[in-house]
Structure formats: C-alpha cells, structure tokens
C-alpha cells in the first residue's frame, strides 16, 4: 500500500503564499538590522551537545532533539550501566553516549560559540544578526512549534546600555514598518536575583526565576506552588508576591523596589546586586525615555525570561491585537563566551519570532496584496512559429526588472487567461506571427481591461505601463 505523506507534528509546510508573506517579514526585519549597522552571518543546524547543554537550564536541555551518531551507535553500548535500581535506564546520560551532537535550540549560544571560535577575525563591538530555523521539543500547541525560525539580532563586547536603547530602538521601527500594535515589557535579571536574595534564600534564584517566568501561563497560585515545592517557606514566597503586587509607574516601581532591595523587606536583608540592577533600569528607561520611541514600554517585574545565561536587562514583546504568546525576547548575557574560554565578554541582543509574528499579520490581515505573485506579466502561446520572438520579448523584460512568465504549450487562450488568474499575474501578452513580423508588443491589464500595443524597442513604455 502507498504510504500517506505526512510531516512530523510542530512543523508545517509553506506554500508559494506563505513563503512570499514569511519572506516579508524576514526581509523587513533584515532591511531594519542592517539600517543599525548589523551585518548578517549564518551556523550550522547542528551544534555539539557539549556546546548546547547547560546552557538552557534543566527544562530547556529536556527539550533538545540529540542526533544519533552515525553508523551504529548501539554496538558497544553497555546498556546496563545505565540502568537504575528501579530497572528504567537513566535516558540523559544513556544519551550522552549515544549522541554526541544536537539540533540547535536558539541561535544566542550558537552565536557566543561563533564568536569564540572566530575572534581573532572579528571587530568588536562584534554586531551581527542571523535568521535561521531552530527547533525544540516541545509539545506543540497554537503558537508553538518544534521547528520554526528565529531572527535575532546580537551585539557583542559592549557593555553600554546604549547597545540596550538600540535594540528598543529596533523593536520599535520593525514592529511600526509590519504595521503590529506591541506592547515592550523590560526588566533586569539582577533584580530577580534581588528577590532571593531578600528572600534569604540565594541559593535559589533559578528556582524562582524559572517559576516567575511562567506567571503568565499558569497563574500566582501555581507559581507559588511551585515554589514552595523547590523548599522556598511560605514567608519567602510571600515577599515574592508583594513585588508582583507592586503597582504604579516604572519610576514608582523603582522607588518601592529600591526600599525593599536596601533592607526594607521583611528579611531586612540588603541586595547589592538588586540595587545595581535597578540603577540599571533606571538609565535605561531616561534613555528610552529621551530616545522618543513611540510604542508603549512598562517594567514588569514578574518578566523572567528562564534562559540561565541573562544576567541584566530582559525584553519581551507582546502583541496588542492578537491573542499570543510573546512574539520577540531578548536580553543582556555577560558572560556567555565564557564558558568557551573567552570570559568577561558582553553582550546583548533579542530575537524576533517570525512564526508568531507570522501568525499575528496573518490574522490582522496586515500583509500587502501581490506578494506571492510570481510574474508581473504572462505571454500567452498562441502561435508556434513566434515562439522565439515571444521568448525574447520575455527576456528583454526580465533584463529591465520585470518578472515575465511564457505559457509552455499552444493552447486554448482560456486556460492561460485563467492561469494568469488564478496566479494572481496582473498583465497578459498575446503576440503571434503578425506581432513578430511587425516587431510589436501587445500588453492586456487583466484588473481593468485596458490593453496597449507597443513597439518592442519601446521597453520603457512598457515597463512604464506595468509599473502605472
């Protein structure tokens, strides 16, 4: 029996259309990095597992799809070695040995890896920007898939909040030229680690900023749960829960969290590293604040962001008409290379979902009209013997910039009336023997009808035509 096609679930196929429409996105948001000075490098779908795992913390290495090593991974194997006292193997370090590379889960960690690798070739502050598939496994959902692509934007060996201010700058020009209401969250890692610190329990700030992130999705109840199920007592998660309580302005929010940071928690205790990470958003939001940006930007406390590596300034963006998760994430890393032998390297950058992003216009039906239009101009095949003059016709066009299509076979004229149609091509061209003998171009608008004859020296006139 004839197997039936299918792909693997969180992954999707795109058509002629969708790929037209993604390519808008990408090609927007590649004119806007570059309009920053950002120059656009690439990496391999596979990374070493040595260079993805601990990256992402616990859940997120759960979530890496490992590659079998080639030939027969199996054969040597001592699978009882791996095997518990309850008789279930222990699957992370079975694959350890079975595999030794992986899919890569974002292009941040490949990208401090790149860095490393090819310092001695670079210029910093090192800006790039990159817009490449990822993939995790994740269980899918609407707005979540196991493969999809990401456009990120890094600057690296810097440590001016300038650098901050510039990616704002870029969310907020990227996001008006796609014509998507958002809404920019900003907060600071530093300031997390803050909470534990106040808490009296440094020790978990992991534990607690993993749990924070998740606010959104699951609700206090269950984030307080889960912190008390990572041994947080319910006087710790009650000093969590009067800063998400925290309300007002950010420079309210920065004066209240300022008090409890400097001692004036339950705890007593003064956080050094929180107080830097507010004096942090401070600068930052004044720099905002003189940059003139015209989206909307409010500290969210609760804003977590789970990658282990940030360490200053987190961003994530929402959007404002359309029910979905964040659409664009980021943040400040301060020593992302150094686990690759290259420490006290800087950086920041964030990343652009452009599934999400892709979904949100697709839904507003915010895409302009043509763009999977294919060719501009169809010439018709009518007569055999002018074939060479139409298919010369159809290059000197191609040669001013006009996308021309010929019909294949001789045939009725319906049909290639109805492929131009149906292809959304908006001009067709007849031309026969009696064109070709008189060195003429027929050209037919098919939206309105009007129809021109031009002489064939005359490409401007045509092109002038096409383009009216």
């Known amino acids: 029996m004839a197997q039936t096609p299918s792909i693997p679930k969180g992954t999707r196929d795109f058509s002629q ?52 090593n080639s030939g027969d991974p199996f054969t040597g194997t001592d699978f009882e070695s791996f095997r518990g006292e309850d008789g279930t193997y222990n699957a992370p370090l079975l694959s350890k040995q079975l595999c030794d590379k992986g899919l890569r889960y974002d292009l941040t960690v490949p990208f401090a890896r790149y860095v ?51 990616l704002v700058q870029i969310v907020n020009r990227a996001f008006g030229l796609l014509d998507i209401r958002v809404l920019l969250k900003i907060n600071n890692r530093k300031v997390l680690t803050g909470f534990a610190e106040i808490c009296g329990f440094p020790d978990k700030v992991t534990d607690i900023t993993v749990a924070i992130d998740k606010l959104d999705k699951i ?22 829960d009067e800063i998400l309580a925290l309300k007002g302005d950010t420079a309210a929010k920065i004066a209240s969290m300022r008090s409890l940071m400097n001692g004036g928690s339950a705890s007593g205790v003064v956080s050094e590293t929180g107080l830097k990470g507010l004096d942090e958003l401070e600068e930052l939001f004044g720099l905002i604040s003189a940059a003139g940006i015209s989206i909307p930007v409010e500290m969210d406390l609760s804003l977590a962001r789970g990658l282990n590596y940030y360490t200053g300034a987190i961003f994530e963006v929402k959007a404002l008409d ?44 915010k895409f302009p009209a043509g763009l999977h239009t294919s060719a501009k101009v169809l010439f018709a095949n009518m007569d055999e013997a002018a074939t060479g003059y139409v ?53 037919k608008n098919l939206a309105t009808g009007e129809q021109h004859s031009f002489s064939k020296e005359d490409l401007d006139g045509v092109c002038a035509f096409i383009e009216a």
């Open 17 to 68: 259309q969708e790929t037209a429409e993604r390519n808008y996105i990408f090609d927007t948001l590649a004119d806007v990095f570059r309009s920053f000075g950002y120059a656009r490098i690439e990496t391999p779908a596979m990374e070493n597992l040595s260079t993805l795992l601990g990256k992402y913390g616990e859940e997120g290495d759960r979530l890496l799809f490992r590659v079998l």
């Open 116 to 166: 490393v690798q090819h310092r001695n070739d670079l210029t910093f502050p090192f800006k790039r920007f990159q817009i490449q598939p990822v993939w995790r496994a994740d269980r899918p959902q609407k707005g979540r898939y196991r493969e999809f692509c990401q456009c990120d934007v890094d600057v690296i060996g810097s440590r001016s909040l300038l650098n901050e201010l510039e």
């Open 219 to 240: 609700g206090l109840d269950a984030v307080n749960a889960e912190l008390l199920a990572k041994g947080l007592p319910e006087s710790a998660v009650k000093v969590i």
């Open 322 to 365: 359309w029910e979905i998760g964040s659409i664009c994430g980021g943040g400040r890393y301060d020593n992302l290379t150094g686990i690759f032998g290259l420490p006290d390297v800087s950086g920041v950058g964030i990343s652009f979902g452009a599934d999400r992003i892709y979904d949100v216009m697709k839904g507003l039906g």
């Open 391 to 443: 298919l010369g016709l159809a290059d000197a066009l191609r040669n001013k910039g006009i996308s021309a299509e010929v019909w294949p076979d001789a045939g009725k004229l319906k049909k290639q009336f109805d492929y131009a149609e149906r292809k959304g091509i908006p001009f067709l061209s007849i031309n026969g023997s009696d064109e070709a003998a008189s060195g003429t171009l027929n050209l």
